[in-house]
Every structure is written in C-alpha cells, then in structure tokens.
C-alpha cells in the first residue's frame, strides 16, 4: 500500500486507483491463503462467528406501487432474511415533493405491514438529498424505527450531515464512498454516522478494512460492509465479517443475483434462512469457474441508460401521480 501511494500521486482521492490496489490486495490474500491452504479468517486472528446474518438488498426491482413494494417485501422474508434494505424514493433527487414524501412512507408502510413487523428496515436514500429534504424524510419516517438510514445527504456535504446529525434522531450509515482510512477517521470523530459501510473494493481491499474496522471499534461503531458489486467481492467481505468483534449485519445482492454470477463462484458461499455460512476453503472459500467469464465476456462501452441511473434497483426510478 505504502509503495503504491508512492508512485501514485492522486491516490488519496482517486477511486480509480483505491479499487486496483483494493482488487490487488485481496487477490494477494487469496493467494495466500490458498498456499497455505488456510481461509483468510484463519490467518487474520480466526473467527468470531460461523454465520453472518444479511439484510437482502436487490430484491425490489420492478417496484413502484406500495402493493408492489409489499408483495415483493413477502416473498423475501419467506426465503428467511430478517432484514431488507430498500430505497422508497424514486426519481425524487436532490429536493423531495410532499407528495413524493407521501408516497415515500406508503411504500415504508407497505413493507413493515407485509413483513408484520417482523423484519429490520433498512432505508436507502443513495447520497443524494439536500440536508432540508433528508431532515423532512427522517420525521416522515421515524415512526417505522429503521436500524439505519443510509447515506441520507450528498455524500460531499459533510455540513449538510452535520445539520442532518443535530436535527434527527434516526441511526446513520455511510462509508462506501470513503477511501481512506484517514476519511473514515474524519467521519467517525465528528460522530457522523452510527454504523460503518466501508467497501472492500474500494478501500484497499482486506488489509484496510481490517484496520478501518479497528478504528471503528475504538469509536465503538459496528461494521455494515457494502457489498454490491459481485460474487468475487461477497465472497471476500464474509470473510472478513467473520473476524470482525464489532459486526453488525452483511449487505447481500445474492439471492437477487443474476445465474451467472452465481455460477462464476459455483454458488458459494451457501445462504441459509438469511444468513450465509463462512466458507472454511483457503483463500477467499471460493472457486471462480473461469469458463464462465469466457461465456459472458462482453466488449464494448456499458449501456447507458438517460432515463434512470445506474445506482439505483432496476425500474424503480418512478413516482407515479396515482398511488
């Protein structure tokens, strides 16, 4: 790490940089381990726990009724996830509309309800209102008790979460766009969030996270690692859940994961009533099936889509009049 901020002049700033050390450290860890033919767990002071409980993200798309919200809420619980994480706000950006905020809480309503209170809620506001308009959400919705907000303010306006911070009473949570450790001090020791969402793919890979997670504890702030982005990350990040005193609860897109990328790890690691098992094979616990990434290598730029972000569930980003 110390070698490549180094020769890297921008790294400290620079997402492109933190994700290729972050791919390069964790490929080194797997290596490693698979020489020694331990699981990282095992090399990283051994683990705290066998299972990591997830909350289910991914699983709304195509949503955008209340009823829709709450049928889909239904079919996740049964699979036996206790908590979901779901963003309410469709295509409001930036400032929200009463009318938006109303349907905001009916789809929030509409989960709690189909889910009989059963389930943690964990709502997703993708960094992307003003501090007024995040402060307006957090009274609408604090009656649902949320384990957490995520990322309510843009994520540049450390102000605007301050504010935010003094005016609510909601539980907050942030940090996959933090890529340094130095980041996370700043956060932490202006007491801005409640819970920490580092990302290994982003961060420096395992060897920052462990210490990130380690300035946490001291600040006595749970771990709540993103974990979005594919097989290879989630299989990683568990791992590192294992080791960690001060868990809290694992993102999970797997279930809602597309054949394929379940296939490139040979469905591992296995997920069992909303908690997945902690592989115990060397390295990361996982195989990637190299035929795979043959099969389904694409050339070519992403599509881009003008009429709904790439961050947000898949045709989510509506509010329609009529509810």
């Not at 809480?105 to 709502?123: F, M, P, S, W, Y």
């Not at 600040?219 to 080791?243: L, S």
């Not at 993102?251 to 296995?270: G, H, I, M, T």
């Amino acid at each position: 790490m110390h070698e490549w901020h180094k020769h890297d002049f921008y790294m400290p700033m620079s997402f492109e940089s933190t994700t290729a050390v972050s791919a390069f450290d964790i490929a080194c860890w797997d290596i490693i381990g698979k020489h020694f033919g331990a699981p990282i767990h095992e090399l990283t002071g051994g683990a705290f726990r066998s299972r990591v409980r997830l909350y289910l993200n991914g699983w709304y798309d195509n949503c955008v009724t209340p009823a829709q919200f709450a049928e889909s809420a239904r079919k996740s619980i049964a699979r036996g996830y206790t908590a979901l994480k779901f963003d309410p706000f469709g295509n409001s950006y930036d400032y929200i509309e009463e009318e938006d905020l109303n349907l905001a809480h009916a789809r929030v309503k509409a989960v709690q309800e189909a889910t009989n209170g059963n389930a943690d809620l964990l709502i997703e506001h993708h960094g992307r209102f003003n501090p007024n308009s995040a402060i307006m959400i957090a009274r609408k919705l604090e009656e649902f008790s949320p384990l957490f907000v995520e990322e309510p303010i843009h994520p540049d306006n450390l102000e605007g979460l301050r504010k935010y911070r003094e005016a609510t009473r909601l539980r907050v949570a942030l940090g996959e766009r933090l890529l340094t450790k130095e980041q996370v001090v700043q956060v932490l020791s202006n007491n801005l969030a409640d819970f920490l969402q580092v990302d290994l793919t982003n961060i420096g890979g395992i060897t920052q996270a462990r210490k990130v997670t380690g300035i946490a504890e001291a600040y006595g702030v749970e771990m709540a690692f993103h974990n979005a982005f594919g097989p290879i990350q989630n299989a990683a990040t568990i791992q590192v859940d294992a080791t960690t005193p001060n868990f809290l609860i694992q993102e999970s897109f797997y279930d809602c994961f597309p054949a394929w990328k379940r296939q490139l790890v040979n469905d591992e690691p296995k997920i069992e009533k909303g908690y997945a098992t902690v592989p115990k094979r060397p390295g990361i616990g996982v195989e990637v099936n190299e035929k795979i990434l043959d099969k389904y290598k694409v050339e070519g730029q992403e599509y881009f889509n003008p009429d709904e972000p790439v961050w947000v569930v898949k045709n989510t980003w509506n509010n329609p009049k009529e509810h």
